[in-house]
């Protein structure tokens, strides 16, 4: 019987810059970080409030996994915009919105009303996406 | 492209540029006056957007910061003394319970179990790193990945 996902992955293509856009921007927990040769860390982070769910930033090294051409394309695609990572929660979307903003991260779509949930949608720092969407539906507007 | 108007987005510029002071300047001596100043509010107006925004009054979002702060140094294998400066406190009795109150464990506790980690990774690293992963990585060969994994 399957209970959870405890670790999922990002594919990124720099590692060092990755951590930095998880951990300081976004505000993710930095797990471990552990050498594995030349170029290549088992680097995984936490959503600041869910430490038992680790994300690898995976990264895209020429190997087995990734022969150079699976590479060349992954990065292409990645660059693109062509991923979506996943739903990202928040407590109040406008302020994270405006805190992300600050902190230069790039929105392809600012908070919008939509039919299921308020979402902006932003991409880190390889160009895989997230949908940001706020806790409970209608809390927002109502705090300031 | 949809719009990018939604309610009140001056004041919430204003309560995030607070945020983002305590971020920054959380190892200084800052108090509320400095952030309510930061987000030009008075200070009890101040006090019920940020809590309505962040979940923690402005004096609570920094405490949890510095012992944040705290834990990343600890990790790193810095003293507790050091530590307990470097995120903005003046005494070690009080950085010490509050790290407890809010972390559940005492700071040199954590510092103990952060450098047990360390040391164990560094004997055997396979052992942190799950299997298909180290695999696709070429770990398997070259390695006693099989006797050192668990």
């Known amino acids: 019987m399957i209970t959870k996902m405890n670790i999922a992955n990002i594919y990124v293509i720099d590692q060092d810059s990755a951590c930095d856009f998880y951990v300081n921007k976004l505000g993710f927990k930095l797990i471990d970080d552990i050498p594995m040769g030349p170029g290549t860390r088992w680097l995984t982070v936490s959503p600041p409030e869910q430490p038992d769910l680790q994300i690898v930033l995976f990264p895209i090294t020429v190997g087995k ?8 394309t992954m990065i292409d695609l990645i660059k693109k915009g062509t991923f979506g990572c996943g ?6 979307i406008y302020a994270t919105y405006e805190e992300l903003k600050a902190k230069g991260v790039e929105f392809i779509k ?5 039919f299921y949930a308020t979402e902006a949608l932003f991409k880190d720092d390889s160009g895989n996406y997230f949908s940001l969407q706020p806790k409970e539906e209608g809390n927002s507007e109502d705090s300031v | 492209m949809a719009t990018t108007h939604y309610p009140k987005v001056y004041l919430y510029r204003r309560i995030v540029q607070a945020k983002l002071f305590i971020d920054n300047h959380y190892d200084e001596k800052i108090d509320l006056d400095n952030i309510s100043d930061e987000a030009y ?3 009890y107006h101040f ?6 925004i962040y979940g923690k009054t402005p ?10 702060k705290a834990q990343q140094l600890l990790q790193a294998g810095k003293p507790v003394t050091d530590t307990c400066f470097l995120v903005g406190f003046d005494s070690l009795t009080s950085f010490s319970g509050l790290f407890k109150k809010l972390v559940g464990i005492s700071p040199s506790v954590y510092l103990a179990k952060h450098q047990q980690k360390k040391s164990k990774i560094s004997k055997a690293p396979q052992a942190f790193v799950p299997g298909c992963y180290a695999y696709q990585n070429g770990w398997f060969e070259n390695s006693n990945f099989e006797e050192a994994r668990w």
Request: one cysteine or more.
């Open chain 1, 87 to 92: 739903v990202l929660q928040c407590n109040d």
């Open chain 2, 41 to 43: 509010f008075s200070k």
């Open chain 1, 65 to 72: 996994m990734f022969p150079q051409e699976t590479a060349d």
């Open chain 2, 47 to 52: 006090i019920r957007l940020f809590k309505s």
């Open chain 1, 110 to 114: 600012p908070p919008t009303k939509e």
């Open chain 2, 59 to 68: 004096h609570q979002y920094l405490r949890s910061c510095r012992i944040n």
